[in-house]
């Protein structure tokens, strides 16, 4: 299990899993050998280099729903922190990118099951505008419309599977080209 871990301003990438038998955390790319025993609903006994820790672990409402927040308290204080799947703010992160770019096709960014189109070949679209769905890694992802645009093409149908890269709609700028605009149009 790989998580980005958030406490206050650090954020340290994290896995737990097991290797021959014993349970190892990788902290920002140091492993360490762990005990960890479940003592109630809540609560555990981990002992780490040596040292036997007792915490207490407890969800947390967050208001964006990809962080998982939760409250750890010790012995020493309580501390609130938020895991994220690293996939998601990678998928985040690319469809970011692809709203900034100037490209009007839109291609999957992962691989994937077209489960909705939304628009069909001559669409006025707004910026923003949900074009299709797409199921990858079991999650919905919504492309959107990164400007207002007119649908030219849709190159996927649904229930299709998409390798990444695949294009998926092509777009047109709404954007009069030059000679077209508002200015040059007949007066009467």
Do not use: C
């Amino acid at each position: 299990m790989k998580r980005t871990l958030v406490v206050a301003d650090e954020t340290v990438e994290l896995e737990i899993y097991r290797r021959r038998g014993t349970t190892v955390m990788t902290w920002d790319g140091v492993e360490v050998p762990l005990d960890i025993v479940k003592v109630e609903r809540s609560s555990y006994s981990i002992i780490m280099e040596g040292r036997s820790v007792g915490v207490n672990i407890d969800r947390i409402r967050n208001p964006d729903p990809d962080l998982h927040g939760f409250r750890a308290a010790t012995y020493d204080g309580a501390y609130e922190f938020t895991l994220q799947d690293p996939r998601k703010a990678l998928l985040a992160e690319a469809m970011a990118r692809s709203k900034r770019s100037e490209a009007k096709l839109l291609i999957a960014l992962m691989p994937g099951k077209v489960l909705k189109l939304l628009v069909q070949p001559g669409d006025i679209v707004e910026e923003g505008q949900p074009l299709l769905i797409l199921e990858a890694m079991k999650m919905q992802n919504e492309y959107t419309a990164p400007t207002a645009s007119r649908v030219s093409a849709i190159h996927v149908e649904e229930g299709a599977n998409l390798e990444i890269h695949a294009p998926m709609i092509s777009l047109q700028n709404l954007e009069p080209a030059e000679g077209e605009g508002p200015e040059s149009a007949p007066k009467g």
